[in-house]
């Protein structure tokens, strides 16, 4: 199963009973993630703007480091900071918007 946001590279995957799962680690923490934001918004529970940038710093941190080569990620990593990237992001898009209606 082909992806397009997905580079689905095996070394950056997990595996269940030997089978390669269709999303990379990172991914599979956002799509996780963003089922944790939709919970989040849909019982109510906001984070302040500044909070919820500072979850999206982990990934952009760990992304930008290992494409120069200043170091090595790891799933586990990749895999969490996808998760905290999505709840942030999904929280920065709803302060945003909200404050976007305010002003008009």
């Given amino acids: 199963m082909k992806v ?3 580079h689905q590279k095996p070394e950056r995957s997990f595996f ?20 944790f934001a939709f919970f989040f918004l849909l019982n109510k529970i906001f984070l302040p703007f500044f909070l919820a ?5 982990p990934l952009t941190f760990d992304g930008i480091t290992q494409a120069m080569n200043l170091r ?3 799933n586990p990593l990749r895999f969490f900071t996808g998760i905290f990237f999505s709840i942030g992001f999904a929280q920065m898009v709803y ?3 909200i ?6």
């Fill in 4 to 6: 397009c946001f997905c």
């Fill in 53 to 57: 940038l500072f979850l999206v710093f």
């Fill in 72 to 74: 090595e990620s790891n």
């Fill in 16 to 35: 269940v009973l030997n089978h390669k799962l269709p999303l990379c680690s990172r991914c599979s923490g956002m799509v996780l993630g963003s089922v």
């Fill in 95 to 97: 302060t945003v918007t």
């Fill in 99 to 104: 404050f976007l209606i305010n002003l008009l």
